[in-house]
């Protein structure tokens, strides 16, 4: 079967209300009409990603992509970078990392940990679809008419 062919699920790990509803607006406004799950704590989303079990097993047909806030009320985002990195069936899915801090030791940690981009909120309409671009997931993602 065709990975392709699976509709990619952005799940958003946010804790602000606001800065969620923003990133939502930006992400209908470059043309993205993907379903969005969100969570607002580090621990439902866990659950969600890595299953009941904590064996990651209910993400291995998923194509997901992880929208994650750094500072969330119950771990850090590093914390869950980690755990989707270092999971078997969650580990290919791209982590784009969404913080108000431009720090660039926690920037090049991220990296290290394997979060595909860094994008520091406030976030703009070009650099998330310049992010999403980069990612490659683009044309998966986005329903974009090719342009000659």
Request: charged share 20%; glycine share 8%; net charge negative.
């Amino acid at each position: 079967m065709n990975q392709q062919a699976k509709p990619v699920l952005i799940v958003m790990i946010e804790d602000d209300e606001g800065h969620a509803r923003l990133i939502e607006k930006n992400i209908r406004r470059a043309g993205v009409s993907n379903e969005i799950v969100p969570f607002t704590n580090g621990t439902e989303a866990l659950n969600y990603l890595m299953g009941p079990d904590g064996s990651g097993l209910v993400s291995a047909g998923r194509q997901i992509l992880v929208l994650l806030d750094l500072n969330l009320p119950d771990m850090t985002g590093i914390d869950i970078l980690e755990k989707i990195k270092s999971n078997q069936h969650t580990r290919r899915s791209p982590v784009v990392v969404l913080t108000t801090t431009d720090d660039s030791r926690e920037i090049q940690r991220c990296y290290d940990l394997g979060a595909n981009v860094y994008i520091t909120k406030p976030v703009n309409y070009e650099g998330f679809a310049n992010a999403i671009r980069q990612l490659g997931l683009f044309f998966a993602v986005m329903q974009v008419p090719e342009t000659e």
